[in-house]
């Protein structure tokens, strides 16, 4: 448990955070309201794949950016969302990294 996050479920949605199954609930009411399409949860991204370091035995696996929302608005903008209660330095740097590698803004929730 990182940060105090409380994993919580509703259904059969297992959640990281309160805050994350909090959003996800908006975020489906706007889906069923037809203010957003395409909802998808927990998208992963390669942001540098493996790779095996010499003198190392062991191949690094690929550094990986879980973004927890993806979906598009009624005016066909795409949104990348992550619900977040702190920015980690390792956040800021995969987030750079989205914009870097896939051309994607990721918002905070």
């Keep these: 448990m990182k940060y105090r996050n ?40 390669v942001l540098a794949p493996g790779v095996l370091i010499e003198g190392e035995k062991r191949k690094r696996p690929a550094v990986r950016y879980v973004l ?14 992550d619900a977040k ?8 740097l995969k987030k750079h990294l989205m914009k870097t590698i896939h051309n994607i803004d990721v918002v905070e929730a």
Excluded: N, W
């Design 85 to 92: 209660g702190m920015q980690t330095p390792v956040y800021r």
């Design 6 to 45: 409380k994993p919580c479920t509703v259904g059969a949605e297992k959640y990281r955070s309160q805050r994350e199954r909090d959003r996800h609930q908006e975020l489906l009411l706007l889906q069923r309201a037809g203010k957003i399409a395409g909802l998808t949860r927990e998208v992963p991204f």
């Design 68 to 81: 927890d929302f993806l979906y598009t608005t009624a005016d066909g903008r795409r949104v990348a969302e």
